[in-house]
């Protein structure tokens, strides 16, 4: 008898294809899951007719051994296309189950429906096989129920045009279900055995039913080792060594450490494996997740904690629900819950590291410094102690902050790159220490240990303020250099630059100059008035109230310095001046700093005056 | 020593990295820098596109102006080399901010917009972007002429891909109704916004914090409280949201949970301090005024706090009075401080904020505002905070 859907098939497959499944090789994750599904059913069945009714009895009596998935490949030859059997040795269906679950899918003609159709056996089948017509043009399905001993064997053929067909054979078949697909056009990758393999390994690898594939003479059994974390092992170190060749072989990474992972929430449980090279921020590495056993995603985002990217992970979950997209799971308070776990198993690997190797501890430390300068942000424990392990870039060079801590009185530090780097080596060369805190989480974390800490003194400071550090002149050394302090500030007030006079090291720097952020702001917002049209120049002008001191430069003359002090020795207030300007010039171009059309005038002037005065030095020749 | 283009494509490879933030801003300011040095007007445009970009959603809104401003000339040098929907893209966002610093005149303000409304004309644009915008400066401004009548212009003009994203479009609508004082209107508008289906960068961080002041008023207590919790987790200290903390400030000193609004108090004053665009200065203080108010009618005369060290209070046990340049090298890590003097500061502020936005837009909507904030002192009521936030 010959039967129609009530639905669009061709519309379901398309919803399928765009809307659930990303990729065509799902139908194997499907196939599986249908098969698992239909193993526990059975299970489920006998154990309740444990309590002594008489079809658990029977049931048992008859199936001693089962929970077995066999997978055959077909091959094609010239003339044909390859055949894909699935056979499971499940619960299999009635044929009242099969016009069912026929009749769930006609209702789910939306995407939510679908989802909502997944929640129970026979919806889930329906779907799942579905998915088949995305490699398959037919679909033919042998079916025989284990719920009565006397169950027909029934066959189901549909095919992708809408309809199907229901007969029942005339020979008996173990209790169970089998799936065949014939190779559609263009879909012959996935029905050769190499990738057939890959596939099933990559879906059902953990898988708690054995699952064989057979290709003529070759058996091979695609998950033999079951969960590799809940096998038993003599010893942790062989655990570790096992999972990280696990790991190894997954990833492809040789990982530094394996950190098991579980908690009671969510039922979780899996591997967090230690990677062996920073990743970055953007770039947060992904996880590996299953749903009771079977793979849900390769980039699951929200169960691991944020700060946590010094990890890859591997977990199975059993108790959490999965979103539609199947990459995260519901935000819920379970799922929160479950993330904390993680993080605390985390946390409390580093903390026994931390007890029992701590040199291993700062090794991790110091590749991965990033994620667990966001671990100690977030979490006060992980802060008490990580904090002083963490490395920071100083004015002596790289150190931990425990290191810099003891090697100075305050702790002083700079909140932007360019402002360290314009005066890290004058700082350096005075003993000065000052770090850096211009990466990523380095403010807050020093913000935090301020509150942590209230006596400490931190000291947040511009790049003017290490002026105040640099060593002051004698009332001698003041008056002789008094007037190249005058006229330096005369000259350069117009480029809104301050000047003064110490003595710093190293000598062989004439000037130092530095320029905060209220100056700099003021620099930037000169350059772009240069090339503005009139309306905009005049809003810029009006942007921030008239200049104040904080948007002078600093330049800071080196007493010290042999040329310095030949400028001191100067009494040609011109030439004074230009040099004064071409040491300005110069310091600007040295840091970097782009010159506005006024120092650019300024350069070409002096540049030109010294060639005049260098061809002065030649007498003249007749020519 | 590396190369120009080395140093640049380092920089470039950081700041992908990053997640917006001060050293995002530092690294890209860094970058232009020496673009410009090196005149490479390509490479110093496209690093201002992102400069703009992180500095608007990071509360540096001059620093977008600026490169803004750069590149708008250097677009219009060479428009071929440039694209162009890119920038009247960016531009709304540089033209919406204009108003919040008060020395720019209004007559500045109407002329961008002017250059703007051209810009998109000449592009085939439609004007929705800049009505809002139009529509939303007139509310600070509490013009309801204005509001009322660029309300029906934005509603009535199409819809493109020149259009701010959905989700701030229906906070602004919310806004809007919130204006008129029609807080279920409001709500209902807002409801995509709250269930979580309408959402962006900045929304829902700048819708919750608007709504809890309505809700207090109309008793729906709890609502607020759930609403106050989502945004203090979600603000994330993002200097872009100095007002939003002003206003969560006032939420907690009306319920009298004093100790949270001075930890916002205390984690958002430097960046306060810092901001250059003063309407969103104004704000906070104006919830902090409230708080410490508030915190001193309770019978409290001196707190404990952590004060930026270029804010000089007067006599405050602690500080030092003539303060010169020499004690920045000393920072007073938390000091004691009488609650008297800090409402001083705070309301000399406060005047001080309002008196240059009210002379600029020849109103009195900033002094009224301060004016109409001591009449909440009716709502004032002791509501528990269910958990505590950090």
Redesign the interface.
């Known amino acids: 008898m010959e039967h129609q859907f009530r639905i669009n098939l061709q519309g379901i497959i398309d919803l399928l294809s765009n809307n659930l499944y990303g990729e065509s090789r799902v139908f194997i994750r499907e196939l599986l899951q249908n098969g698992v599904d239909a193993i526990q059913a059975r299970s489920q069945l006998i154990d309740k007719g444990a309590d002594g009714s008489a079809l658990g009895d029977s049931l048992r009596d008859n199936d001693i051994n089962f929970g077995h998935l066999k997978i055959e490949l077909i091959p094609g030859n010239s003339g044909s296309l390859p055949v894909l059997s699935f056979v499971d040795d499940g619960i299999g269906l009635t044929e009242e189950e099969v016009h069912r679950f026929l009749a769930t899918i006609g209702q789910s003609s939306k995407t939510s429906n679908l989802w909502k159709a997944r929640e129970n056996f026979l919806g889930q089948f329906g779907i799942g096989l579905l998915s088949c017509f995305m490699v398959s043009e037919e679909i033919v399905v042998i079916t025989r129920s284990a719920r009565s001993e006397d169950a027909p064997t029934l066959e189901w053929k549909g095919r992708s045009d809408g309809t199907y067909k229901i007969r029942v054979l005339n020979y008996s078949i173990e209790p169970g279900t089998q799936v065949y697909l014939n190779c559609k056009p263009g879909c012959e990758s996935m029905f050769e055995l190499d990738e057939l393999i890959t596939n099933l390994v990559y879906y059902g690898g953990l898988l708690p039913y054995k699952i064989e594939v057979i290709s003529g003479k070759k058996r091979q059994i695609i998950n033999p080792e079951g969960i590799p974390w809940h096998q038993e092992f003599p010893s942790e170190t062989k655990k570790i060594e096992y999972l990280l060749e696990y790991g190894k072989k997954t990833f492809d990474v040789d990982f530094i450490d394996a950190i098991p992972l579980r908690s009671k929430i969510g039922k979780v449980d899996g591997v967090a494996f230690v990677l062996p090279y920073a990743p970055?921020?953007?770039?947060n590495p992904t996880h590996r997740v299953y749903l009771k056993q079977m793979l849900l995603s390769e980039k699951a985002e929200n169960l691991v904690p944020n700060w946590a990217f010094f990890v890859k992970c591997i977990i199975n979950v059993n108790d959490l629900r999965p979103t539609a997209s199947r990459e995260s799971f519901y935000e819920d308070e379970k799922l929160q819950k479950t993330r904390e776990a993680i993080g605390d198993n985390l946390r409390n690997y580093l903390f026994h590291l931390h007890r029992t190797q701590p040199d291993r501890l700062r090794r991790v430390i110091q590749l991965h410094n990033l994620s667990i300068k966001a671990m100690a942000l977030e979490n006060d424990d992980c802060f008490h102690m990580f904090m002083d392990l963490l490395t920071f870039e100083t004015s002596k060079g790289n150190m931990t902050f425990g290191e810099y801590r003891r090697s100075t009185d305050q702790i002083r530090y700079v909140?932007?790159?360019?402002a360290f780097r314009q005066i890290a080596p004058v700082a350096a060369a005075q003993q000065i220490q000052i770090l850096n805190a211009?990466?990523?989480y380095e403010?807050a974390l020093l913000e935090k240990y301020?509150?942590l800490h209230?006596?400490?003194?931190?000291?947040?400071?511009q790049p003017s303020?290490l002026s105040?550090?640099l060593e002051d002149l004698s009332i001698e050394e003041r008056e002789k250099s008094h007037h190249l302090a005058q006229l330096a500030d005369v000259v350069l007030q117009p480029y809104h630059c301050m000047t003064q006079i110490r003595k710093f090291q190293p000598d062989d720097l004439p000037v130092l100059l530095t320029i905060d952020g209220e100056a700099?702001?003021r620099r930037?917002?000169d350059?772009?008035?240069e090339?503005?049209?009139e309306?905009?120049?005049?809003?810029?002008d009006?942007?921030?109230?008239a200049a104040s001191i904080s948007t002078y430069a600093q330049l800071c003359f080196n007493y010290r310095n042999p040329l310095v002090k030949r400028l001191i020795s100067i009494r040609d207030k011109e030439l004074l001046r230009r040099c004064i300007e071409m040491l300005y010039v110069q310091s600007l171009?040295l840091g970097?700093?782009?010159?506005d059309a006024k120092e650019m005038k300024l350069l070409n002037r002096g540049l030109l005056g010294l060639i005049e005065w260098g061809l002065n030095q030649i007498p003249m020749k007749d020519s | 020593m590396s190369s120009f283009l080395d140093q640049i494509n380092q920089i470039i490879d950081q700041v992908n990295k990053l997640p917006n933030g001060n050293t995002k801003i530092g690294l890209l300011e860094e970058g232009i820098r020496l673009a410009d040095l090196h005149q490479r007007e390509d490479i110093g445009y496209e690093l201002r596109e992102e400069l703009i970009e992180v500095s608007t959603f990071w509360g540096a809104p001059e620093k977008a102006l600026l490169a803004f401003s750069w590149i708008l000339a250097e677009y219009d040098r060479n428009p071929d080399q440039y694209d162009l929907h890119h920038l009247l893209w960016q531009y709304k966002w540089v033209i919406a901010s204009l108003d919040d610093f008060p020395h720019i005149s209004l007559q500045q303000i109407d002329q961008a917009m002017e250059d703007m409304s051209r810009r998109y004309k000449e592009s085939g644009l439609g004007l929705r972007p800049l009505y809002k915008i139009a529509c939303e400066h007139a509310m600070t401004r509490k013009d309801r002429e204005k509001v009322k009548y660029f309300q029906k212009l934005w509603r009535s003009e199409k819809i493109d891909h020149g259009n701010d994203c959905s989700a701030c479009e229906r906070d602004s609508q919310v806004s809007y109704y919130l204006f008129v004082n029609d807080l279920e209107r409001a709500l209902k508008a807002a409801e995509p916004i709250l269930s979580g289906k309408m959402k962006c960068g900045e929304v829902p961080h700048v819708t919750l914090p608007e709504l809890l002041l309505p809700l207090l008023r109309k008793k729906e207590i709890n609502l607020a409280v759930d609403y106050y919790l989502w945004a203090a987790k979600i603000l994330n200290r993002d200097p872009d949201f100095i007002a939003e903390y002003g206003k969560l400030m006032t939420f907690l000193a009306l319920t009298s949970n004093f100790k949270e609004g001075i930890k916002i108090f205390e984690k958002m004053l430097p960046a306060v301090l810092e901001a250059k665009a003063l309407s969103r200065r104004f704000t906070f203080q104006l919830g902090a005024s409230l708080l410490f108010h508030y915190l001193q009618d309770s019978g409290k005369d001196s707190i404990s706090l952590r004060l930026p060290q270029e804010l000089k209070l007067s006599g405050s046990k602690g500080l030092d009075k003539n303060g010169t340049e020499t004690d920045k090298a000393k920072k007073i890590p938390s000091q004691n401080v009488q609650i008297q003097s800090l409402i001083d500061w705070i309301d000399n502020d406060l005047l001080h904020l309002a008196k240059l936005f009210d002379e600029r837009n020849g109103t009195n909507a900033f002094r009224a505002e301060i004016d109409e904030a001591k009449n909440l002192k009716d709502l004032c009521c002791v509501i528990p905070l269910k958990k505590e936030e950090d």
């Open positions: 970055t921020v953007a770039q909140t932007q790159l360019d211009g990466y990523v403010e301020q509150a209230p006596d400490d003194e931190l000291q947040k400071i303020d105040h550090d700099e702001f930037d917002l350059r772009s008035k090339v503005a049209n309306l905009w120049s005049s809003i810029m009006h942007l921030s109230p171009l970097h700093h782009p010159l």
